[in-house]
C-alpha cells in the first residue's frame, strides 16, 4: 500500500489524518479498507479521513478507522454534539458523567446500524470490539485544538 493511497483525492494534513480536496467525492468500498489499513500502520491505531476539505468547515463528515485494541480516553466536544453511524465491524460507545461515573453503554454493530447522537458536552468513550471498526461521524465546524477535552 503506498503511504497515501488517496493522494489522487486527497491531502494528509496531520499523521493519519485526511482531507478530501473537494467535497466531490464518492467514498467507496476501497476506500474504507485502505483507511482500515492505514490505522493498522499508525501508532495510535486510528485513521481519519474527511469528506471536508478544510478543517475550517461549518459541517464536518469524518470517516474514522480503528483497529483493536482501541478505547478513547473519556473526552467531550463543548461546542458541537456529534452523530455517529457504524459502518464496519462493532463497537461500544459509553456515556459519563463528569466524575467518570459511566451512565450508559451502546453496543454499535454495522451488521445493525443505527445512528447515535451525543448532545454537546457529552462525556464519552468508544471501545472497538471487532477486529477492525469504521464509523461515519458527523459534526459541525471548525475543528480547532480546544474542539475536545479529555477528562
Same mark, same amino acid.
Given at each position: 500500500?503506498?503511504?497515501?493511497?488517496?493522494?489522487?483525492?486527497?491531502? &494528509?494534513?496531520?499523521?493519519?489524518?485526511?482531507?478530501?480536496?473537494?467535497?466531490?467525492?464518492?467514498?467507496?468500498?476501497?476506500?474504507?479498507?485502505?483507511?482500515? &489499513?492505514?490505522?493498522?500502520?499508525?501508532?495510535?491505531?486510528?485513521?481519519?479521513?474527511?469528506?471536508?476539505?478544510?478543517?475550517?468547515?461549518?459541517?464536518?463528515?469524518?470517516?474514522?478507522?480503528?483497529?483493536?485494541?482501541? #478505547?478513547?480516553?473519556?473526552?467531550?466536544?463543548?461546542?458541537?454534539? &456529534?452523530?455517529?453511524?457504524?459502518?464496519?465491524?462493532?463497537?461500544?460507545?459509553?456515556?459519563?458523567?463528569?466524575?467518570?461515573?459511566?451512565?450508559?453503554?451502546?453496543?454499535?454493530?454495522?451488521?445493525?446500524?443505527?445512528?447515535?447522537?451525543?448532545? #454537546?458536552?457529552?462525556?464519552?468513550?468508544?471501545?472497538?470490539?471487532?477486529?477492525?471498526?469504521? #464509523?461515519?461521524?458527523?459534526?459541525?465546524?471548525?475543528?480547532?485544538?480546544?474542539?475536545?477535552?479529555?477528562?
Amino acid at each position: 500500500m503506498k503511504l497515501n493511497p488517496f493522494e489522487n483525492f486527497a491531502k &494528509e494534513t496531520s499523521p493519519g489524518v485526511y482531507h478530501a480536496l473537494t467535497w466531490d467525492i464518492e467514498v467507496s468500498q476501497t476506500i474504507i479498507i485502505d483507511l482500515i &489499513e492505514l490505522a493498522r500502520k499508525n501508532i495510535n491505531r486510528k485513521a481519519r479521513f474527511c469528506l471536508h476539505p478544510d478543517s475550517n468547515e461549518t459541517l464536518q463528515f469524518t470517516y474514522l478507522a480503528f483497529v483493536a485494541p482501541y #478505547m478513547d480516553k473519556i473526552h467531550s466536544h463543548p461546542n458541537r454534539p &456529534e452523530i455517529i453511524y457504524p459502518v464496519f465491524g462493532s463497537a461500544i460507545h459509553s456515556t459519563f458523567d463528569s466524575s467518570a461515573t459511566l451512565l450508559k453503554r451502546a453496543h454499535i454493530n454495522s451488521d445493525a446500524p443505527v445512528v447515535l447522537a451525543t448532545s #454537546m458536552g457529552n462525556w464519552h468513550s468508544l471501545e472497538v470490539q471487532s477486529e477492525a471498526f469504521v #464509523m461515519l461521524e458527523i459534526g459541525t465546524g471548525p475543528f480547532t485544538n480546544t474542539s475536545t477535552i479529555y477528562l
